[in-house]
């Protein structure tokens, strides 16, 4: 099946530093790939959606200045934290999604990576 | 703007009893998925339906699409302690390619 990776896993900051976060599909090529931020005991959020080559496109109310995102592959989007503060620590979640042959496609999840910002 | 809602919020059930969650969208959807998240771990796909009144049976999890595309449910016969995680629903408007949109989820518990 499709496996999409996350690294790092676990990140501890000190505030004002930024933090780069990538994602890697493995074995297949990601038509798009979405960043999504989750809170505690809350659902994921959508914050941006990536495709390979273009200018991120962002959520209402995600600051696109502080969420840098780069898409340099068909198999590799990074997430950069710039200026991270405590309210930024979270569980950070990359998808990538693929053609899969049918009418519909398929969003596959990273690990995830938890982000905490002292 | 477009929701999808979830409900209940949480669920504590004993061993062996059924549960199901809802799903309700503001508007049609291309298609729904379910996702599942045990605590600490990030969410995995279960399923996809994509054909209004579809309902597709994994061993004991049973998912609906409703006949309007607006609406879903997951059903579990006989829950185990396995089971325990939030259950997402997500989907895409149909608009083209969008991005999934969660519900706020499901959380179960399970009592041995």
Request: aromatic residues 10%; glycine residues 8%.
């Amino acid at each position: 099946g499709a496996v999409v990776s996350q690294h790092p896993s676990w990140v501890i900051c000190k505030s004002g530093t930024s933090v780069k976060i990538e994602c890697r599909s493995l074995d297949f090529q990601a038509t798009t790939m979405f960043w999504y931020r989750q809170f505690p005991k809350q659902s994921l959020m959508l914050m941006a959606t990536s495709n390979e080559g273009s200018k991120a496109t962002y959520e209402q109310g995600v600051e696109k200045d502080k969420f840098l995102i780069n898409h340099a592959s068909l198999t590799l989007s990074t997430l950069t934290v710039t200026s991270a503060h405590p309210e930024d620590s979270s569980f950070y979640i990359c998808s990538a999604r693929y053609k899969d042959g049918t009418v519909q496609e398929t969003q596959y999840f990273g690990p995830g990576t938890r982000l905490l910002v002292l | 703007g477009q929701q999808v809602m979830q409900i209940p919020q949480y669920q504590h059930v004993q061993e062996g009893e059924d549960f199901t969650t809802y799903c309700n969208s503001s508007t049609t959807l291309s298609n729904i998925q379910w996702y599942k998240q045990r605590p600490g771990g990030h969410p995995v796909f279960l399923i996809q339906l994509v054909k209004s009144g579809e309902v597709k049976k994994q061993k004991r999890l049973t998912f609906q699409f409703g006949e309007a595309k607006k609406n879903s449910s997951l059903h579990i016969t006989a829950t185990q302690t396995t089971d325990v995680g939030t259950y997402f629903c997500a989907g895409p408007w149909v608009r083209g390619n969008t991005p999934l949109v969660f519900g706020k989820g499901t959380r179960l518990s399970v009592i041995a």
